[in-house]
């Protein structure tokens, strides 16, 4: 069973559907620059995993390259998004944040 951490008196509702993909993710935050590795992506938000998180109600900022297949192009679509992490789980050894994106806008 999963554990979770979520902020106080906030839940998050799911409200736009998941894709699951494994993408590469360097995360900003005011505790310094991580590594990461997306779960799975919405156009609301993203489950991430690394080895260390930022923590519960920070704001980042990331950019990822989304693959042309998803997008529909006939190149990668790079976007850069600031958000907010909402929660830490545990998926057995695995740590895992959920992030809001609040904005996004897409680089040329």
Same mark, same amino acid.
């Given at each position: 069973?999963?554990?979770?951490?979520?902020?106080?008196?906030?839940?998050?509702? +799911?409200?736009?559907? +998941?894709?699951?993909?494994?993408?590469?993710?360097?995360?900003?935050?005011?505790? =310094?620059?991580?590594?990461?590795?997306?779960?799975?992506?919405?156009?609301? =938000?993203?489950?991430?995993?690394?080895?260390?998180?930022?923590?519960?109600?920070?704001?980042?900022?990331?950019?990822?390259?989304?693959?042309?297949?998803?997008? =529909?192009?006939? +190149?990668?679509?790079?976007?850069?998004?600031? =958000?907010?992490?909402?929660?830490?789980?545990?998926?057995?050894?695995?740590?895992?944040?959920?992030?809001?994106?609040?904005?996004?806008?897409?680089?040329?």
């Amino acid at each position: 069973m999963a554990r979770q951490q979520k902020p106080d008196g906030e839940n998050p509702v +799911r409200t736009a559907v +998941r894709f699951p993909m494994k993408l590469a993710l360097r995360v900003h935050s005011a505790q =310094g620059e991580l590594d990461a590795v997306t779960e799975n992506i919405s156009a609301n =938000g993203l489950l991430f995993v690394g080895e260390i998180l930022p923590a519960v109600n920070s704001r980042i900022e990331f950019t990822i390259a989304m693959p042309s297949s998803v997008m =529909g192009s006939q +190149r990668d679509v790079t976007i850069h998004c600031v =958000g907010r992490v909402v929660r830490h789980q545990m998926h057995g050894d695995t740590k895992q944040a959920a992030a809001v994106i609040d904005e996004y806008f897409l680089k040329a």
